[in-house]
């Protein structure tokens, strides 16, 4: 009997042994600090056109990126070339200085671009051009520019 006592006891040892034991959680590593979220920025996109009544359209767009202004100036003239393309410039106070890229006739254009926001228009500024520097075209006289081209803020599609 003595041997079925020692049996029976070194068993249960044995089985508690066996047993999981709760552990302590070791220390896991340290999760890195949650980086502070930026929240994503939001650029308003501001539209403006003319339209004729020969079905010709002048469109400007331009979106305020910190503290660039990137934006698409298209003329699209009734069976007539127009003038395609984008700018980047500044803008001081509601006047927006950029340099125009764009296509005419099949030829790629630069031209230095005037903008003046006032409440629900913008007037490009027009006057003499002269070859500036890398062949870009540049208003002549500032003193002696005209505002007349005029665009009427629309909903951006």
Not at 52 to 57: A, I, K, Q
Not at 58 to 87: M, N, P, R
Not at 133 to 157: H, I, M, N, Y
């Amino acid at each position: 009997m003595k041997i079925y006592l020692f049996l029976f006891l070194s068993g249960g040892l044995w089985l508690a042994g066996c047993t999981a034991t709760p552990k302590t959680p070791a220390a896991s590593p340290a999760a890195p600090a949650a980086e502070t979220a930026l929240p994503k920025a939001k650029f308003a996109v501001h539209c403006f056109e003319d339209r004729y009544p020969d079905g010709s359209v002048l469109s400007l767009q331009y979106t305020e990126y910190y503290d660039d202004i990137v934006g698409i100036l298209d003329y699209s003239f009734y069976e007539k070339d127009g003038a395609h393309g984008t700018f980047k410039g500044t803008k001081n106070g509601n006047l927006i200085t950029a340099t125009w890229s764009y296509t005419i006739e099949g030829s790629e254009q630069t031209e230095e671009i005037l903008i003046k926001i006032e409440g629900d228009k913008a007037l490009r500024a027009s006057g003499e051009l002269t070859e500036g520097e890398a062949g870009t075209l540049v208003l002549k006289d500032p003193a002696k520019l005209s505002w007349e081209e005029t665009f009427k803020r629309v909903a951006c599609d």
